[in-house]
């Protein structure tokens, strides 16, 4: 497959995919597997992950000291996931990743990242209105990501987009998945920063949000509710679902990277502080405890750009790059 060249002299694959994710783990959650996919055909996968998750809910006991460090600003944690999701990038098997808005190497800490005068925006946290629905904490920490000047983050990410000149950039839909502030300012940005980067040296020909078919979201739930039975605590399978189910007809891409399902198992045993991964390697579960089924089939809606290609039996794209 040929390359191109930067004015920087790096040397880019023909095809260049780009994923903005708010925190580590969500990019293994709803897109390892075609991370994986997309690496192991030689294609540029670029990872941007907008904060380190320094809020996040500690599942392991032999880890619960991250969370009660008297550093309020999370640090400990942040580092910590850091070091988790590098690892599940060498699972993986992608080599360009970056926090938004440091311009140097990815992957430091915290405090490397200020000494080189990059920019680290901070976990937003997330909390839940009366009806179990994910609200924006009332506590957020100053340089939180969800407040951030929308403008000053487009900006660092649009300056990436023109550097790594992406035909695909994948990131959530206007509710952000489940509604966590972080995920809804990471569509916001990213929407925004493809619209920079258009006026400024980059047009992005195809932009997909992240989804799941309606249809397939309540038959698992139906499955997973009838084999646990009174235990079963998951949300009730014909009740609301969180923004990222759509109507079936809204879904026009299906990415088959099920041969790669054991990647993404072992990026997701690599978040061990988040992530709690069954011994099978079938299912996982966040702080909830609820269980959901590791699927190498995942799915997205094209929101720029044209659909092409080979289709699937229900009339879905089957590739990314479809018509480039």
Same mark, same amino acid.
């Given at each position: 497959?040929?390359?191109?060249?930067?004015?920087?002299?790096?040397?880019? !694959?023909?095809?260049?995919? /780009?994923?903005?994710?708010?925190?580590?783990?969500?990019?293994?959650?709803?897109?390892?597997?075609?991370? !994986?996919? %997309?690496?192991?055909?030689?294609?540029?996968?670029?990872?941007?992950?907008?904060?380190?998750? @320094?809020?996040?809910?500690?599942?392991? @006991?032999? /880890?619960?000291?991250?969370?009660?460090?008297?550093?309020?600003?999370?640090?400990?944690?942040?580092? +910590?996931?850091?070091? @988790?999701?590098?690892?599940?990038?060498?699972?993986?098997?992608?080599? &360009?990743?970056? $926090?938004?808005?440091?311009?140097?190497?990815?992957?430091?800490?915290?405090?490397?990242?200020?000494?080189?005068?990059?920019?680290?925006?901070?976990?937003?946290?997330?909390?839940? &209105?009366?009806?179990?629905?994910?609200?924006?904490?009332?506590?957020?920490?100053?340089?939180?990501?969800?407040?951030?000047?929308?403008?000053?983050?487009?900006?660092?990410?649009?300056?990436?987009?023109?550097?790594?000149?992406?035909?695909?950039?994948?990131? %959530?839909?206007?509710?952000?998945?489940?509604? +966590?502030?972080?995920?809804?300012?990471?569509?916001?940005?990213?929407?925004?920063?493809?619209?920079?980067?258009?006026?400024?040296?980059?047009?992005?020909?195809?932009?997909?949000?992240?989804?799941?078919?309606?249809?397939? !979201?309540?038959?698992?739930?139906?499955? /997973?509710?009838?084999? @646990?039975?009174?235990?079963?605590?998951?949300?009730?399978?014909?009740?609301?679902?969180?923004?990222?189910?759509?109507?079936?007809?809204?879904?026009?891409?299906?990415?088959?990277?099920?041969? $790669?399902?054991? &990647?993404?198992?072992?990026?997701?045993?690599?978040?061990?502080?988040?992530?709690?991964?069954?011994?099978?390697?079938?299912? %996982?579960?966040?702080?909830?405890?609820?269980?959901?089924?590791?699927?190498? =089939?995942? $799915?997205?809606?094209?929101?720029?750009?044209?659909?092409?290609?080979?289709?699937?039996? =229900?009339?879905?794209?089957? &590739? /990314? $790059?479809?018509?480039?």
């Amino acid at each position: 497959m040929a390359g191109m060249t930067t004015s920087s002299g790096s040397v880019q !694959a023909a095809r260049r995919l /780009l994923l903005v994710h708010a925190h580590p783990d969500d990019e293994t959650i709803n897109t390892g597997a075609t991370m !994986a996919r %997309y690496t192991a055909e030689g294609a540029q996968v670029t990872l941007v992950t907008c904060t380190r998750g @320094e809020r996040g809910e500690v599942i392991p @006991e032999r /880890l619960s000291h991250l969370t009660e460090s008297k550093d309020v600003t999370g640090a400990a944690l942040g580092d +910590h996931r850091v070091g @988790e999701l590098a690892a599940a990038m060498t699972a993986l098997g992608v080599t &360009d990743h970056r $926090f938004l808005g440091d311009p140097h190497s990815p992957g430091r800490t915290a405090a490397k990242v200020t000494a080189a005068g990059g920019v680290l925006f901070r976990d937003s946290g997330m909390d839940y &209105d009366q009806d179990g629905a994910v609200v924006p904490s009332p506590d957020s920490p100053p340089g939180a990501f969800a407040l951030a000047n929308v403008d000053t983050a487009a900006g660092f990410l649009a300056e990436l987009i023109r550097q790594v000149r992406p035909q695909v950039v994948i990131s %959530y839909e206007p509710g952000g998945g489940y509604g +966590h502030p972080d995920h809804v300012q990471a569509h916001v940005i990213t929407m925004r920063a493809v619209e920079l980067a258009a006026e400024t040296g980059w047009l992005v020909p195809k932009v997909y949000w992240i989804v799941m078919p309606q249809s397939l !979201a309540r038959a698992t739930l139906g499955a /997973l509710a009838a084999a @646990e039975g009174e235990s079963y605590q998951g949300p009730a399978p014909a009740g609301r679902l969180p923004s990222m189910v759509v109507p079936d007809d809204q879904v026009t891409t299906a990415i088959d990277a099920i041969a $790669f399902t054991a &990647d993404k198992v072992a990026a997701l045993r690599a978040h061990e502080t988040q992530v709690s991964v069954t011994t099978a390697g079938t299912f %996982y579960s966040l702080s909830n405890g609820v269980r959901s089924p590791i699927i190498g =089939l995942e $799915f997205y809606r094209l929101v720029r750009g044209d659909p092409a290609g080979g289709r699937d039996d =229900l009339g879905r794209e089957t &590739d /990314l $790059f479809a018509g480039l």
